[in-house]
């Protein structure tokens, strides 16, 4: 699976976009991206994924580059619930896959 | 509620002693992962297994066990902690080897 690479903190005042940059510059056709966040101490919690095309859920934005090397989660009004670190992974859907967590974005939400 | 069940939720031990957590899957899930994550730290995944069967194997270590039972419930098995065992511990379930995957809330181990 492709490696990502995301910055290491952000803070966002609240009722703005977060905006949360993951670059993945070695994926590969087949591979998803997906994003998980994790509230402090609780398990990661799935938001949202996609191949290709911009996805939207009642949580979250996916834009996903033309070339896919990079992707941006968009929360748009973040609010201080949404204070957590942030995962983005690519993985192949089927098939053997182990999630890898790196350190993620820890994005801190202010008012 | 994700549907992944862990227990207990908390656990202080000793030194030297053995432990063991529980793991009960989400309703039609075979797959069952284990991670550990200390403080400050990234989710380390420690092992997988799917329909009874281990799977992958990670960063787990010789007094780490685990199993999956023939309800899928999984349990994983810590003996002679020391105070660097102390972490959370987080399983996870997905329906298959590959798809949608759902953590549970984590049990804090405490080594004292």
Known sequence: DAKTTQPPSMDCAEGRAANLPCNHSTISGNEYVYWYRQIHSQGPQY???????????EMASLII?????????ILPHATLRDTAVYYCIVRVIGGSYIPTFGRGTSLIVHP | DSGVTQTPKHLITATGQRVTLRCSPRSGDLSVYWYQQSLDQ????????YNGEERAKGNILERFSAQQFPDLHSEL????????????????????????????????????
């Open chain 1, 47 to 57: 938001i949202i994924h996609g191949l290709k095309n911009n996805e939207t859920n």
């Open chain 1, 65 to 73: 580059t033309e070339d896919r090397k990079s992707s941006t989660l």
């Open chain 2, 42 to 49: 990234g989710l380390q995944f420690l092992i997988q297994y």
């Open chain 2, 77 to 112: 098995n810590l003996s002679s902690l020391e105070l660097g065992d102390s972490a959370l511990y987080f399983c996870a379930s997905s329906a298959g080897q590959g798809n949608g995957y759902t953590f549970g809330s984590g049990t804090r181990l405490t080594v004292v």
